[in-house]
């Protein structure tokens, strides 16, 4: 292009859970229209003649299910606030909002490096309106509502380590 630096701004994707280039390097994602060149076809038909579309529907209604179950049980939980209505698989937490937001930011980014270090599960951090989240998706083929326990066990565990050691 006669005009790398236009293209390359006009191309960029950024977002707080996508990890930064380091200074000098060539982040191929700042120079296309999406993050993968994959053919999307493929995966979609793939999933369709592996689970048909009642194995479809099977898999997104518990993805679905499991999601309000650990919303619930973790909503429950004195000082974590679930954000947003969990109606699909998308779950946004934070931590300790009564203490206000700088401190919420931290102790929520402390949970999430707690849960990530014991190795049960990976989620991460987001910015979210401008401020520090937990932001689950509940999206493996093979999740099962054991699964989704065993992720909110850990969490609850997180939150109650750092909650005792910020008292």
Request: with cysteine; glycine share 10%; net charge positive.
């Amino acid at each position: 292009t006669r005009h790398p630096e236009a293209h390359r701004r006009a191309m960029t994707i950024a977002a707080s859970y996508l990890p930064a280039a380091e200074a000098g390097d060539r982040d191929p994602s700042h120079y296309v229209p999406e993050l993968s060149r994959r053919a999307r076809g493929f995966a979609t038909w793939a999933i369709i003649k592996a689970l048909g579309r009642a194995g479809i529907a099977e898999m997104i209604g518990r993805h679905c299910r499991i999601a309000r179950a650990m919303a619930e049980k973790l909503g429950a939980a004195p000082g974590i606030t679930i954000v947003n209505d969990v109606t699909l698989n998308q779950i946004i937490l934070r931590f300790g909002a009564e203490r206000g937001d700088e401190a919420s930011d931290s102790l929520t980014r402390q949970v999430i490096e707690r849960f990530v270090q014991e190795g049960v599960l990976f989620a991460g951090g987001a910015r979210w309106r401008g401020r520090w989240v937990l932001r689950l998706s509940v999206i493996s083929g093979q999740m099962t509502d054991a699964d989704g326990a065993r992720a909110t066990a850990a969490i609850l565990q997180a939150w109650d380590q750092v909650r005792g050691a910020n008292a």
